[in-house]
């Protein structure tokens, strides 16, 4: 069965750090590309990340540059997604997702690609 588990989130003060990690079971992630969606309250789910878990090569959202770092651990078979200077707007529930074109990361981050989901991970950044 494949699956993929976030864990990680949790409530943060602004300007805090979170790592979220996603764990992937029932497949390896070599090969995949690997996004990473947020959902805040009220909004659409966006694409914030993704890796190539191929040659390591990642994508940003703009807003998220410079803040957040994907990165991957194959012994693990696990990619996270390390988050920096929080904002109270990075606040969603983060997912993970999985893709076996592992070349789409390099071309576009659309949640309508992606046809295995985690279950998501909260992310709460408020003082």
């Known amino acids: 069965q494949l699956q993929l588990v976030e864990s990680g989130g949790g409530l943060v003060q602004p300007g805090g750090s979170l790592r979220l990690s996603c764990a992937a079971s029932?497949?390896?992630?070599?090969?995949?590309?690997i996004g990473w969606f947020r959902q805040a309250p009220g909004k659409e789910r966006e694409g914030v990340s993704c890796?190539?878990?191929?040659?390591?090569?990642?994508y940003y959202k703009d807003s998220v540059k410079g803040r957040f770092t994907i990165s991957r651990d194959t012994s693990k078979n696990t990619v996270y997604l390390h988050m920096n200077s929080l904002k109270p707007e990075d606040t969603a529930v983060y997912y993970c997702a999985a893709d076996p074109r592992p070349w789409l990361c390099s071309v576009r981050l659309y949640q309508t690609d992606y046809n295995h989901w985690g279950q998501g991970t909260q992310v709460t950044v408020s003082s």
């Open positions: 029932g497949f390896t992630l070599d090969g995949n590309a």
């Open positions: 890796i190539s878990s191929s040659d390591g090569r990642a």
